[in-house]
């Protein structure tokens, strides 16, 4: 009768362990991923291809929350005041982890203090465009055009302080011509526009332009990576403006005290997805590449990266505020 009576408490406590065992397995819950950019662009179009495979991935809702403005910075100060437990990540472009700094006076966070990193994503294609009536067919023919009529040309850009206009901005200071800069708010809204004829000129990702490339809508004038693209049959800007390129780095950070099991369970299931055909074949569709990191090297590439962008955004003249 004891050892009946023992083996019965022994089974009510091994029951009444597991909730507690549940609890403690990450994820338990639904996962938040901040996008810092409007719906459309590049950064929203890889967070929602990896999103999709995170979920499936760890049994879990990867959700995709777009905050918007500042140029990224409200999504992003909003992911570092975020309780860091592994719930709420961000998955943002360079643009906003380490070009803002250098552009505004104050951006609400420090990229190294208020973050870990998890691991890098995605590159993705850039390209500038126009409309198929502008009259320019290239670079050269566009900066020549330029100089003929300073200031009359608009430029759209996803914003004020978004890596689309930053780029519009080193490719005035390079050639030495003005554009009239005309921001929206995100990457479709100055796509839309340009298609409609409203700005002549756009520098747009690829996922937020290859449909209208195809379609014949947008005519590519160069490409802003400096190797040439292969969704794409242009020369790229560099070519024609030696020294001129860039290559945009997609990647996911979780708010700084983030538990280190939880930073490398995260990253293996990221690499996990970009090894995935279908995961390669999604990003491969709208000109993005897997770009693989450990936290560690992730960590070092944000170090390194601020300081050139620092260079890079005084050598431009860009300020925002």
Same mark, same amino acid.
């Given at each position: 009768?004891?050892?009946?009576?023992?083996?019965?408490?022994?089974?009510?406590?091994? #029951?009444?362990?597991?909730?507690? #065992?549940?609890?403690?397995?990450?994820?338990?819950?639904?996962?938040?991923?901040?996008?810092?950019?409007?719906?459309?662009?590049?950064?929203?179009?890889?967070?929602?291809?990896?999103?999709?495979?995170? @979920?499936?991935?760890? @049994?879990? $809702?990867?959700?995709?929350? $777009?905050?918007?403005?500042?140029?990224? $910075? =409200?999504?992003?100060?909003?992911?570092?005041?975020?309780?860091?437990? @592994?719930?709420?990540?961000?998955?943002?472009?360079?643009?906003?982890?380490?070009?803002?700094?250098?552009?505004?006076?104050?951006?609400?966070?420090?990229?190294?203090?208020?973050? !870990?990193?998890? @691991?890098?994503?995605?590159?993705?294609?850039?390209?500038?465009?126009?409309? &198929?009536?502008?009259?320019?067919?290239?670079?050269?023919?566009? *900066?020549? #055009?330029?100089?003929?009529?300073?200031?009359?040309?608009?430029?759209?850009?996803?914003?004020?302080?978004?890596?689309?206009?930053? =780029?519009?901005?080193?490719?005035?200071?390079?050639?030495?011509?003005?554009?009239?800069?005309?921001?929206?708010?995100?990457?479709?809204?100055?796509?839309?526009? #340009? *298609?409609?004829?409203?700005?002549?000129?756009?520098?747009?990702? +690829?996922?937020?332009?290859?449909?209208? =490339?195809?379609?014949?809508?947008?005519?590519?004038?160069?490409?802003?990576?400096?190797?040439? +693209?292969?969704?794409?049959?242009?020369?790229?800007?560099?070519?024609?403006?030696? %020294?001129?390129?860039?290559?945009?780095?997609?990647?996911?950070?979780?708010?700084?005290?983030?538990?280190?099991? =939880?930073?490398?369970? +995260?990253?293996?299931?990221?690499?996990?997805?970009?090894?995935?055909?279908?995961?390669?074949?999604?990003?491969?569709?709208? %000109?993005? !590449?897997?770009?693989?990191?450990?936290?560690?090297?992730?960590?070092?590439?944000?170090?390194?990266?601020? &300081?050139?962008?620092?260079?890079?955004?005084?050598?431009?003249?860009?300020?925002?505020?």
């Amino acid at each position: 009768m004891f050892t009946k009576r023992r083996t019965l408490l022994a089974l009510a406590l091994s #029951l009444a362990a597991v909730p507690a #065992l549940s609890q403690d397995r990450y994820p338990n819950r639904p996962i938040t991923l901040i996008v810092p950019h409007a719906a459309g662009g590049a950064n929203d179009t890889i967070a929602r291809v990896i999103a999709q495979k995170l @979920g499936e991935q760890l @049994g879990q $809702n990867v959700v995709v929350e $777009n905050r918007v403005g500042a140029g990224g $910075n =409200i999504g992003t100060v909003a992911a570092a005041k975020s309780r860091p437990d @592994g719930y709420t990540l961000i998955l943002t472009a360079d643009s906003s982890m380490v070009i803002n700094p250098s552009l505004y006076r104050s951006t609400g966070f420090d990229p190294l203090k208020d973050f !870990e990193a998890v @691991g890098s994503v995605a590159t993705a294609g850039y390209v500038l465009v126009a409309h &198929p009536a502008f009259p320019a067919k290239n670079v050269a023919e566009l *900066v020549a #055009l330029a100089k003929q009529q300073p200031g009359k040309i608009n430029i759209g850009s996803a914003g004020n302080g978004t890596l689309n206009h930053l =780029i519009g901005e080193m490719l005035g200071k390079a050639t030495d011509i003005n554009l009239t800069h005309v921001p929206y708010k995100g990457a479709a809204a100055a796509a839309t526009d #340009l *298609v409609a004829g409203q700005v002549q000129v756009s520098v747009q990702s +690829l996922p937020s332009s290859i449909s209208f =490339i195809r379609s014949g809508r947008m005519k590519v004038l160069g490409v802003v990576n400096p190797k040439r +693209l292969p969704a794409v049959d242009a020369p790229t800007i560099g070519e024609t403006v030696p %020294g001129f390129g860039a290559t945009p780095w997609y990647g996911v950070f979780a708010p700084a005290g983030t538990p280190r099991a =939880i930073i490398t369970q +995260l990253n293996a299931e990221i690499a996990k997805a970009l090894d995935s055909t279908e995961v390669q074949e999604r990003l491969a569709a709208v %000109g993005c !590449e897997p770009f693989k990191s450990t936290p560690e090297q992730f960590a070092q590439l944000v170090r390194e990266d601020l &300081p050139r962008w620092a260079r890079i955004v005084k050598e431009s003249g860009a300020t925002i505020d």
